[in-house]
Structure formats: structure tokens, C-alpha cells
């Protein structure tokens, strides 16, 4: 039997946490050790077995862990599409500064899509003060984070609605789309590889953001450390095409020194 180790600097009990950050570390623990039990929780978060009983329930029907009898068990990912509730969950700091560095990107005036990875809903988020802006995407929840923003225009890209992601996709939605003139589209990826380029692990994601690439004038791909070296089923963006990528710290330096020597910009934050 495997024995792994958590890291209690990185998740500190503490009868002060909370709720959502209680239930957010509940989250990371039981991703890191594949599961837990409702007694283990209670010790270490010093709250009521009630209590954790009422979290793991709510942290399932978000489908950030699986429910059992007595605990919880991490949530499958082997469909390939990981709910984005949980993907939101995952590397939150990085994303939210590379998604902060990608709406510093965004010119008032510019026309833009976002697609429906969790990166570009953290650039989303930070486009709220910008005006006169045009945000392109196939995401529900690109369309909701920018309810409140009367400044931002939002065209929804439509097609057959993809429940565990939030997105529409197939081609249907397209045509329209060809007619406006997209200065910049951001695109996160389940990886990058040098040959591959960017890939997703959903053929219909890949089969919806491979023409919106290609109908952007400038690519600019939103990725975490995690993604590099990884590889998808699909590709849908080869570097050729990439004019810059943001990142966190953590990207391989012998990597990003070759997709630079690629040409492509390599922004670090």
C-alpha cells in the first residue's frame, strides 16, 4: 500500500477556517490521498462530524469528490472531462495572476474570445473594469462572470451544451462568428507539446476552438505549470500558431526556452 504524506503546512487545521475554505482544503486533501474519512475530517478541521457529513455532501453534488459510506473518494477524471468546478479548484493562485496578466492584454476596443477553460474565467473575472470590450466565447460561465460588467459586450457562441464543462459545442454556433474580427483569443489546454502544440482531452472542445484559432489574429495561450509536457487526444493549435503564452514560475525552464527559441513570447508570472 502506497503511504502518502500531506503536507500540514498546506493544510492547517483550524476550528477558524471557513466554510469555503474548509470545504477547498477538503478538497485538496482528498485529491492528494484519494480519500478520507468523515472521522479524519473532523479531527483535523476540529468541527462536528455533522458538519463534515454536510460538506462532503456539498462538495459531491458540485462533484469535487465522490460520496461513500463513511467518507469520500476523489472524483474520477477518467471520462477526460473534468468538471470545471473542480478544475477551478486547481492551481487557483497561478491561474488567477496569469488570468490578471491576460485581461492586461485586453485593449478597450478590442474584440476577444475566451474559451471555456478555467484560466480564461479567471481573465474574465479581471476584465470587469474595461470598456467598449467584445468577449467572444462557447462558456456559461465566461457569460456569467461578465453579467455584472455593462461595459463588456458578450456574444455567445452556440451549439449542443456540454453539462460537465458549461459549454457549447459543435459547429453550429460558427458562421455567425466568421464575420467579426477577433484581435485576440485565449485559449487554455489540458497541455502543450512540442509537437503536439496545445491539445484537449475533449475531441468536441478541440473540434470548436481549432477554427476560432484560426479566425484570431493573435493566439495567446493561458496555461499553468501542470500543463507543460502534457499531451491530449486532440490538437487544436500547433506553435507555429501561438504568439505568446502565459505562464506561472513553475514552467519547465528547458521547455520554455525551446517554444521560445520557437518564436513565441513566454510571459511568466
Known amino acids: 500500500m502506497k503511504v502518502i504524506e500531506i503536507d500540514q503546512k498546506q493544510i492547517e487545521p483550524s476550528p477558524d477556517l471557513f466554510l469555503a475554505e474548509r470545504r477547498r482544503a477538503i478538497v485538496e486533501l482528498v485529491q492528494q490521498q484519494g480519500r478520507a474519512a468523515v472521522s479524519e475530517l473532523s479531527q483535523r478541521f476540529a468541527v462536528s462530524e455533522v458538519t463534515i457529513r454536510a460538506d462532503l455532501q456539498a462538495l459531491a453534488e458540485q462533484k469535487l ?53 478555467s484560466t480564461s474565467l479567471a481573465i474574465a473575472h479581471h476584465l470587469k473594469q474595461h470598456r467598449y470590450v467584445t468577449v467572444v466565447t462557447n462558456s456559461l460561465e465566461v ?19 456540454q453539462r460537465e464543462t458549461a459549454s457549447f459545442v459543435g459547429a453550429q454556433g460558427l458562421d455567425d462568428i466568421r464575420t467579426l474580427n477577433l ?33 484570431c489574429r493573435q493566439v495567446i495561450a493561458v ?20 504568439a505568446v503564452i502565459i505562464t506561472d514560475a513553475g514552467a519547465p525552464a528547458e521547455m520554455v526556452a525551446q517554444v521560445r527559441a520557437a518564436g513565441v513570447e513566454v510571459i511568466t508570472v
Open 183 to 215: 484581435q485576440k483569443g485565449f485559449f487554455g489546454a489540458h497541455g502543450i507539446d512540442l509537437t503536439a502544440g496545445l491539445t484537449d482531452v475533449s475531441p468536441d472542445e478541440a473540434a470548436v476552438k481549432r477554427p476560432l484559432a484560426a479566425m
Open 223 to 242: 496555461l499553468d505549470a501542470t500543463k507543460w509536457g502534457r499531451v491530449g487526444v486532440a490538437s487544436f493549435a500547433g506553435l507555429d500558431q501561438l
Open 143 to 161: 457569460v456569467h462572470e461578465l453579467f455584472d460588467a455593462p461595459a463588456v459586450d458578450v456574444v455567445l457562441v452556440g451549439g449542443v451544451l
Open 65 to 117: 469528490l465522490v460520496r461513500t459510506h463513511g467518507g469520500a473518494v476523489r472524483a474520477s477524471s477518467d471520462s477526460g472531462d473534468l468538471a470545471l468546478a473542480l478544475r477551478r479548484q486547481q492551481q487557483v493562485k497561478e491561474k488567477s495572476r496569469i488570468g490578471q496578466a491576460g485581461a492586461g492584454r485586453i485593449a478597450d476596443g478590442d474584440a476577444v474570445f475566451l474559451d471555456s477553460s
